[in-house]
């Protein structure tokens, strides 16, 4: 094999390393936080709740006027049972994303179930339907 084609064939290998390697890292990091995987309760009522089922699809921070605390959505979609699934991590100045809240402690909503209706009205976008679901909870 001579110098040139060899030469062709490392400059491919390190550009498909680079590839591989820096598009991976994007997809790690969505909305602010290092992307969580989604969670299957103990009590999933389905054999179709399960890991691979899930796809995920947006993401979003929650802001709110009052706190300086964010709220980092994840939502996954399971199409083999129709059903949307939050994952949450929470950040504010100074602090790494977190699955405890500054504001609601360790019994902050990591995991939640959204109505298909939540997610297509995009409410669980908002900080104020996470501040009521954690105040009800």
Known sequence: MNKALKHVLS?????SFLFIA?????????????????SIPS??????????????VECAIAESKELTEKIH???????KINS???ELKYSWPG????LSSKFFGSNAISTAEI????????????FEYWLRRNLNS
Do not use: H, I
């Open 11 to 15: 400059s491919a290998a390190l550009l």
């Open 22 to 38: 820096f598009g991976s890292m994007e997809n790690e990091e969505k909305c602010g936080c290092p992307m969580p995987d989604v």
């Open 43 to 56: 009590y999933a009522d389905s054999w179709d709740d399960k890991k691979e089922n899930w796809a995920f």
């Open 73 to 79: 959505v994840y939502v996954f979609y399971n199409e």
């Open 84 to 86: 949307y699934r939050c």
């Open 95 to 98: 602090n790494d994303c977190r």
């Open 115 to 126: 109505a298909n209706s939540t997610f297509q009205s995009g409410e669980w976008k908002t």
